[in-house]
């Protein structure tokens, strides 16, 4: 038993040593600023595309008051309703064939721009780049897994929606059942969801987006591990920013920087788990190779 443990801790130390090393010799900052920063680009498209998710099983007011909210609760009252206003201000749907089309065209374009950067990004902690003279129709491949990420982040919403639905339809009920059980046990079963929700995407980011065969035995524990990393950070990143006051040049912008900022420590952050998983992968002996169209490289 103290020889099992023994070794554990002496792997432990070693991913995370490996990690910092590889952490500290990229380029974190960069991307993680460069992904909050196209993340204002994308963010109209992507609400689009959340609401039109949530509206295929609720009213338009009902996903929309959903959204702010979850943005509320998971970044602060300011970028909530930052994204109010931008969901108040949503363009019109286009009518006709053509008005539709590029329509969609853009929206699909704007909302894969961030989910692209950080698949840049993730290469980056892979060590792999596109080969030179790789078609057209592998980029279009390369475009097609950042919109599965947008599509997989509509697709959570809509379960999350329709998880909060169920509960307050059935909320009566359940209270009679539980008794004084009811809000303890309501409170659990929204934290394992609400959990659930976070691993899937991250797992899915890890192994989807970059350009290397992740095989899913890394993709679960680096899901895991970036989950733990996101849940303990958020804390932190919510209690600095509740603390933080915008003032000057910056304050009616005021929400708009707290979201930024929210998205770029949240970038670093997953980083960090995309250079421990990769660590973990190491210390296994797995050598995780890249996809047909890329090329490893050496820093």
């Known amino acids: 038993m103290v020889k ?18 590889n952490f ?24 689009i595309i959340l ?11 009902t996903v929309r008051s959903q959204l702010v909210k979850e943005v509320e ?41 961030t989910f692209f950067i950080i698949q840049k990004a993730l290469n980056a902690v892979w060590q792999v780049r596109t080969k030179p003279g790789v078609g057209l129709v592998q980029l279009l491949k390369n475009r097609l897994s950042a919109l599965a990420m947008v599509a997989n982040l509509g697709l959570l919403f809509a379960l999350s929606l329709l998880f909060d639905t169920l509960v307050a339809m059935l909320g009566d009920q359940l209270r009679m059942l539980l008794e ?18 976070v691993y899937v995407f991250f797992t899915a980011i890890l192994k989807i987006l970059p350009d290397v065969k992740v095989p899913w035995k890394d993709a679960l524990m680096g899901g895991a591990i970036t989950s733990l990393l996101f849940l303990i950070g ?19 912008a005021g929400s708009l920087v707290i979201l930024l900022l929210w998205v770029f420590y949240s970038s ?5 788990g995309a250079e421990v998983t990769k660590a973990y992968a190491h210390n296994r002996g797995r050598e995780v190779q890249p996809k047909p169209i890329a090329t490893k490289y050496e820093k």
């Open 24 to 47: 500290l010799q990229g380029e974190p900052i960069v991307y993680s600023a460069a992904i909050a920063f196209f993340t204002i680009f994308s963010l109209p498209a992507i609400l």
């Open 73 to 113: 609760s998971l970044v602060s009252e300011q970028a909530s309703t930052q994204v109010s206003s931008i969901l108040e201000n949503a363009v019109e749907a286009p009518t006709g064939f053509w008005g539709i089309t590029i329509g969609l065209v853009i929206i699909i374009q704007s909302s894969t721009i």
């Open 180 to 197: 004084e059980h009811f809000s303890s046990t309501i409170q659990v079963v929204n934290t394992v969801f609400y959990l659930t929700i």
């Open 268 to 272: 670093v952050i997953l980083l960090l």
């Open 4 to 21: 099992k443990l023994k070794h554990f801790f002496t792997n432990t130390w070693e991913i995370l040593k490996y990690s910092r090393r």
């Open 51 to 61: 609401m039109f998710a949530g509206s295929i099983f609720f009213s338009e007011s």
């Open 234 to 252: 958020k804390q932190i990143i919510n209690f600095l920013l509740g603390r933080m006051v915008i003032s000057g040049i910056y304050a009616a």
